[in-house]
Structures are given as C-alpha cells and as structure tokens.
C-alpha cells in the first residue's frame, strides 16, 4: 500500500537531465538507501526545487513512498544545507565522494554508507579533502570485501615490511619486494593507518601530513581493485594540481 506524501532527508549525490525541463535525482537516505527522484520542470527557471536538488545537498523530500521500488516522482523538496564550495577542489571531492558512493551502493549495499557520505562531506567543508577522500576509498574497499592486507607482508607475513603492493595487495617484505620500490616508513606506517581508522581518528592523518602522493598510493589500490569510473579521480588530481 503507497503511504502518501512521505519525506526522506538524503543527500544529493548527482543531478542529471531528464527529458526537456525534468531532472533525475540521485539521493543516499538513510532509512531507504539509495533512491532515484524523477523531478519534474525542476530545470525550469521558475522552479521552487531547483535549490534545494543541486548537487552535494542535504534535503527533506517528499513523495509517495512504496515498498519495492527505488525510483520515485518528486512532490516537492526543501534545503537543509548546501555543502557546495566555490574551492573548486573541495567540489571536486565531494564529486569524487559522490561517485564512489554511488558505484559503492550499486556494488555492494552498506546501511551505513550514510553515515560515511555524511562524515565526509562534513569534514570535507573544514578539513584536508586529500585526507578525506583516501579514508573513503579505503572504507569502501573493506566494504567491498577488498581491502588492503597492511599486517605484514601479503605473501609470506613477515612484519618487516619496505613496500606497498597494489598488484599484490598489500605490504611486501625485502623478500618479496620484486620490481616495487621501497618506501620511506613513514609512508608505510601512513597507508597502515590509512587501512585501520575510522571517521572518529581522522585528525591523526593530518598529523602525518598526509599528501597527495599518499591518496595516489591508496587510490591506485582501490581502483585496480574495483571497477569504478576513474574519471572523478582524474578530475580530482587535476584541480589539485593547479
């Protein structure tokens, strides 16, 4: 049975076009997961949703919600808050952010990948993005069943370890280093806890300085290790490199 004019606060993930003056809506909820909102004249210029469905907010929409389905018209949505940044490079994370989650949510479903979107986008408004966005990879790759072996070497377990393996999977020994290059330990112990943390310990990675080379590492592990869209990424490096 429809229960009438239901609301859901998510966050808006992507706005893309629909038709002539429709959109469609990619909204992470909390109680629904992932849902998709037909939003009808929202591209018009008179339109009153218009604000409220851009990219990287938080919004209370309303629709008819029925069990089964997770494309829904929209009736009509209000603005919570706008995590929108004229920094073009913390827009391009919360793109990035955006992307991974949705791929994420396909791939694999998490209830509590709304908490995650939402630790990230809230960090992402006051601290370092680069740190962020390795942080979010590397929660998605354990979600995904695929995260980084960092307890010693992947292939034989000694804990001395001079490398960082995307290939393999995880740290590698002398022993076992091969055509990899070593790394310094500080960088080691920084992919370590890259792999180990969560939300709560975010601050520690900036402690460490974490840098760009650093989300490379974490990056390239992750997407060799899924089949996600790389181009956000690519986005991404390039603001970054500016």
Not at 32 to 56: C, D, I, Q, R, W
Not at 120 to 134: K, Q, T
């Amino acid at each position: 049975m429809a229960a009438m004019n239901d609301k859901v606060r998510g966050y808006i993930l992507n706005n893309s076009d629909f038709r002539e003056t429709d959109a469609m809506i990619k909204v992470l909820t909390e109680d629904h997961g992932l849902l998709t909102f037909v939003a009808k004249g929202a591209k018009k210029t008179t339109s009153k949703n218009a604000m409220s469905l851009l990219p990287y907010c938080v919004s209370d929409l309303f629709f008819d919600y029925r069990e089964g389905k997770d494309m829904f018209t929209l009736k009509r949505a209000e603005l919570v808050k706008s995590y929108y940044s004229e920094d073009l490079s913390r827009l391009a994370a919360l793109a990035l952010i955006s992307s991974i989650a949705i791929n994420g949510y396909d791939s694999h479903y998490r209830t509590d990948l709304y908490g995650d979107v939402a630790q990230a986008f809230a960090l992402c408004e006051s601290e370092d993005v680069i740190g962020v966005i390795a942080l979010f990879m590397a929660k998605m790759a354990r979600y995904l069943g695929v995260g980084a072996n960092v307890d010693g070497c992947v292939i034989c377990g000694n804990k001395k370890v001079v490398s960082f393996s995307s290939h393999d999977g995880g740290f590698l020994c002398l022993e076992h280093l091969g055509k990899n290059n070593t790394l310094e330990p500080s960088t080691l112990y920084k992919i370590r806890l890259l792999n180990k943390i969560d939300w709560p310990h975010f601050r520690e990675l900036g402690k460490l300085e974490f840098g760009l080379e650093d989300l490379m590492i974490m990056a390239d592990f992750f997407y060799d290790h899924s089949d996600f869209d790389r181009r956000p990424y690519t986005f991404f490096l390039k603001m970054n490199r500016l």
